[in-house]
């Protein structure tokens, strides 16, 4: 079969398309013909090699995590799925598989595609709608009526992050570029403020901070903390508490709990998926750039052709 492969570390340009074999498939597992898969950031860490402590993988390897697709076949063990069936999920880091045109995976991860859910929405839903449930109501801990600041908002979890956010009840404040202050603001978001050219620092008062970008970003996010008030962080692995106030790293794992809720979300018309490009997998290189450039609203995606 076709993928994208990575034989050593490094960036977009060590991924290759070439032909690969899919591995056996045991009795509890399912094999999927992908038809999208979405790119995270988390895709372009791992081909860095930055990630290895944590997500060992072996070369070579199939990158992406995140992909939709029709059931090809089942184990004998498997009962509540059958070929044809339309699915989606998230595979684990260090497994990769799903830029490709099959992947295998235990059947109880997969979760069935509802009929108005195009592949393309589904795929981009289980690491970014779960990062942003984990951050905003695990590690931040939001309620209702609170004030939160979600940096990056224009991005993959950013978006999702607003929106769950808002239906929650909470005031929400995002920073984006000036290209992306109305899209952030139809997706819930109370204030916007342009990154650019205004400073989000003169804020103060907030419950929770969800910060996606790590660095300079995170330091100045310290001050406009209320007491007692929460840094949910994405890449500061380290952080830790400062001035009566909280740092927790949001280390996320498993999509599986979480996507029947955004399934509901969806079907009840309260999740909007934003989209900012669809490459073929032969582009998979370009698709990787695009997503490094850190200037992708929404998400970045790859469509197949099988």
């Not at 899209?183 to 916007?192: I, M, R, T, Y």
């Not at 009840?268 to 609203?297: C, N, W, Y």
Request: net charge negative; aromatic share 6%.
């Amino acid at each position: 079969m076709k993928a994208a492969l990575v034989h050593t570390f490094g960036g977009p340009d060590v991924v290759a398309i070439g032909e690969t074999s899919l591995r056996d498939m045991r009795p509890d597992e399912a094999t999927v013909r992908i038809q999208a898969a979405a790119l995270n950031p988390l895709d372009l860490k791992i081909v860095a090699g930055y990630m290895q402590q944590i997500f060992p993988i072996d070369f070579p390897y199939v990158p992406g995590n995140d992909f939709s697709g029709v059931i090809e076949s089942v184990g004998a063990q498997v009962t509540h799925l059958q070929p044809g069936d339309r699915v989606f999920s998230r595979s684990m880091p260090s497994a990769g598989g799903a830029f490709a045109q099959r992947l295998v995976i235990a059947a109880s991860d997969l979760c069935a595609i509802p009929p108005e859910m195009s592949f393309e929405q589904a795929a981009s839903l289980p690491t970014a709608f779960g990062t942003a449930h984990q951050a905003l109501f695990d590690s931040g801990r939001l309620e209702r009526g609170q004030r939160v600041l979600i940096h990056a908002a224009a991005g993959g979890v950013g978006c999702m992050a607003v929106q769950l956010a808002h239906l929650a009840g909470a005031y929400v404040i995002g920073t984006a570029s000036a290209g992306n202050v109305e899209l952030v603001k139809s997706l819930g978001a109370d204030e916007v403020i342009d990154r650019r050219t205004q400073d989000f620092t003169q804020l103060r008062d907030i419950d929770l901070v969800l910060d996606p970008i790590g660095g300079e970003t995170l330091e100045q996010s310290w001050p406009v903390l209320r007491d007692g008030g929460r840094i949910a962080t994405l890449v500061e692995f380290g952080i830790e508490p400062r001035n009566g106030r909280i740092g927790e790293a949001v280390f996320f794992q498993s999509a599986t709990p979480s996507l029947p809720e955004a399934i509901r979300r969806f079907q009840a018309g309260q999740l909007q998926v934003v989209t900012d490009s669809i490459f073929p997998l032969e582009d998979a290189r370009p698709a990787l750039e695009k997503l490094a450039t850190g200037h992708a609203h929404g998400k970045v995606l790859i469509r197949m052709s099988n």
